[in-house]
């Protein structure tokens, strides 16, 4: 079955800074890569996703890149500010179109 | 408008009590699904419904019954939980599963259920 791995766990920036978080998947025919931000105490929110037709996905300060390559897709988060602080998971499909399988999770936080 | 409700938002229960979970969406989405979030980790999935009919049961434990009354509605029913079971539970939903297209995801608030 699909295995996705997320990298880091803990991420600290300082305000202003960007944030990348990294995850890879293992079947090579995933074809959907969603982001979740999840905040404390909240549902998560999808933020961003990306399907396997395109490399890069852009939505004002946040933007997913995809290497279907190497299996890899990572979110980039510019000109962070405090209320980026939260959990960021990224996901793959699983085994059926009805799973999607997620990553560990990085707990993003801003420093001011 | 993405919005999916879930009620109550917080549960406290005793391990011989009956409570359910309710679930509600109106974007006319025919999939929905029951998830379980431990503190720092992913969310798991355990029910997915598809167009009102249990698609998909990840081998939970019978003292957790999912319901679909209709294309909006989705409950899960709980009778003798243990402590181990206290989490966040979150129910999500999608447009409709078909030809193995995946589709986006969105998730409720959650009710956080605390077994005593």
């Known amino acids: 079955g699909e295995n996705v791995e997320q990298h880091p766990s803990t991420l600290s920036v300082q305000e202003g800074d960007s944030a990348v978080i990294k995850c890879t998947y293992s079947d090579s025919a995933s074809n959907y890569f969603p982001w979740y931000k999840q905040e404390l105490g909240k549902g998560p929110q999808l933020i961003i996703d990306i399907r396997s037709n395109v490399g890069e996905k852009k939505d004002q300060r946040i933007a997913v890149t995809l290497n279907k390559t190497a299996k890899h897709f990572s979110l980039h988060i510019t000109e962070t500010q405090p209320e980026d602080s939260a959990v960021y998971f990224c996901a793959a499909p699983g085994s059926s179109a009805s799973k999607i399988i997620f990553g560990s999770g990085t707990r993003l936080s801003i420093r001011p | 408008d993405t919005e999916v409700t879930q009620t109550p938002k917080h549960l406290v229960m005793g391990m011989t009590n009956k409570k359910s979970l309710k679930c509600e969406q109106h974007?006319?989405?025919?999939?929905m699904y029951w998830y379980k979030q431990k503190a720092k980790k992913p969310p798991e999935l355990m029910f997915v419904y598809s167009y009102e009919k249990l698609s998909i049961n990840e081998s939970v434990p019978s003292r957790f019954s999912p319901e679909c009354p209709n294309s909006s509605l989705l409950n899960l029913h709980l009778h003798a939980l243990q402590p181990e079971d206290s989490a966040l539970y979150l129910c999500a939903s999608s447009q409709e599963l078909m030809g193995g297209r995946v589709d986006t995801q969105y998730f409720g608030p959650g009710t956080r259920l605390t077994v005593l």
């Open positions: 974007m006319g989405h025919r999939a």
